[in-house]
């Protein structure tokens, strides 16, 4: 019979030997558990950075007796000074926002398992369809289309902590003035290395128009309209772009057959701390017709 055996690990926090001979116990950086085992040290105070390298050290030695793993430290701008410091001490960069730097380490001897920094960005096409079977469209300023005379549908990125749903309803707001109802996710499309070797994941969505006049944007279009359909499709770009010549398919689909696409139903998720609604994204229709069916 193989027994079991218990670990005791010490939990008290490292000392100093002082130059005096006198002994104090170390000051430890203020800090969190995560959820995984591991640390989060949020400064938000200056610091000397001598103190920081003496409170780091004795703060790692603590965090390895307890058996912790990964430990994140979040640096403010303000705070810059200390980033030398801590990548001395095996840190390295895992993310960068506006306001701070995010720094990460690996305490045991195992492959890490903290987790990548994002890997996509998310963006939004609209596609709105009037009742006379013309489609919105925009010309752009900027980018890879700037004064080529192709005419597009609204595009744009989805701002952080914003629903899918709401940025397509925004982005052509913003764009073209004309205000929206979102109908529909229709379908959606992924590609690599777009963006600083980052991803992209594009979501093409229907929208139904509430109003009809267009005020463009100055800064970012170049102009606004709203387009016949079958001049959308006999554009050459949508004759040989793959993406474009999908898009025409999917708005003749849409204007001429059955086609259903994915709606947006509130949901919460019962391991979420912060009891905060999200969104699953699924075919209304068919999903009630299957519930319908298992029910008789």
């Not at 603590?62 to 200390?82: E, S, T």
């Not at 990460?104 to 903290?114: A, E, G, K, L, R």
């Not at 999917?250 to 259903?260: E, I, T, Y």
Request: charged fraction near 25%; proline fraction near 5%.
């Amino acid at each position: 019979m193989v027994g079991s055996m218990t670990v005791s690990v010490n939990s008290t926090p490292p000392v100093d030997l002082c130059a005096n001979g006198t002994v104090h116990q170390a000051e430890l950086l203020s800090a969190s558990d995560d959820d995984h085992g591991g640390i989060i040290v949020d400064m938000k105070e200056p610091m000397d950075p001598d103190v920081f390298h003496a409170k780091l050290r004795a703060s790692l030695s603590f965090w390895r007796q307890q058996g912790k793993r990964g430990i994140w430290i979040k640096l403010p701008i303000a705070l810059v000074n200390l980033v030398e410091t801590a990548v001395k001490k095996g840190f390295r960069y895992h993310h960068a926002e506006p306001n701070y730097l995010m720094l990460v380490y690996w305490i045991p001897d195992t492959p890490s398992t903290i987790p990548a920094n994002a890997s996509h960005r998310v963006s939004i096409g609209a596609i709105v369809l009037n009742d006379k079977r013309e489609i919105l469209v925009v010309q752009e300023k900027s980018g890879k289309l700037k004064g080529t005379g192709v005419w597009k549908i609204p595009t744009g990125g989805v701002d952080e902590g914003e629903e899918i749903f709401m940025a397509a309803v925004r982005e052509v707001k913003e764009e073209t003035g004309v205000d929206t109802e979102f109908l529909e996710i229709i379908a959606f499309r992924q590609w690599h290395k777009s963006f600083f070797e980052k991803s992209d994941l594009v979501f093409l969505c229907r929208l139904h128009p509430l109003s009809f006049d267009i005020q463009k944007q100055d800064l970012e279009i170049e102009a606004a309209q709203w387009m016949p359909y079958e001049e959308y499709a006999a554009q050459p770009v949508a004759q040989n772009h793959d993406l474009f010549a999908y898009i025409t398919d999917l708005c003749l689909a849409k204007v001429d057959r059955d086609c259903v696409g994915f709606f947006p139903q509130p949901s919460r998720s019962t391991l979420d701390d912060h009891d905060q609604i999200g969104y699953l994204y699924s075919n209304v229709r068919d999903s009630s017709q299957s519930t319908s069916a298992a029910h008789q």
